[in-house]
């Protein structure tokens, strides 16, 4: 069974940083895209960046430069920087992973950041 598990959230000040961790086990196929989404309660989950099998990359706007998504060591993992965080980059961010074989993206079930002015 494919899952998705994030970690790296936590409590941050305004300005930090901090660096999440998606990796996907229980399945031998490499995911041709990775995602990285957010969400508060009460709002739609927003996409914040995307990374494809060849490694090309792309960002929300609300990232400016801030944000940098990246494959990890290990297979089927991704990271993400997030550096000088604002208060408003509070909500919880998802993974999300998409192969040919199938119609739905897998998705985990997120981790929580928290940023405080």
């Known amino acids: 069974q494919v899952q998705l598990v994030e970690s790296g959230g936590g409590l941050v000040q305004a300005g930090g940083s901090l660096r999440l961790s998606c990796t996907g086990t229980g399945t031998s196929i490499k995911f041709d895209v990775m995602k990285w989404h957010r969400q508060t309660p009460g709002n739609q989950r927003e996409l914040v960046a995307t990374?494809?099998?060849?490694?090309?990359?792309t960002y929300a706007e609300f990232t400016r430069g801030r944000f940098t998504i990246s494959e990890g060591n290990a297979r089927n993992t991704i990271n993400l920087q997030m550096n000088n965080l604002l208060p408003e980059d509070t909500p919880r961010y998802y993974c999300s992973a998409e192969t040919p074989q199938r119609s739905e993206p897998y998705w985990g079930r997120g981790t929580q950041v928290t940023v405080s002015s």
């Open positions: 990374i494809t099998w060849t490694g090309t990359t």
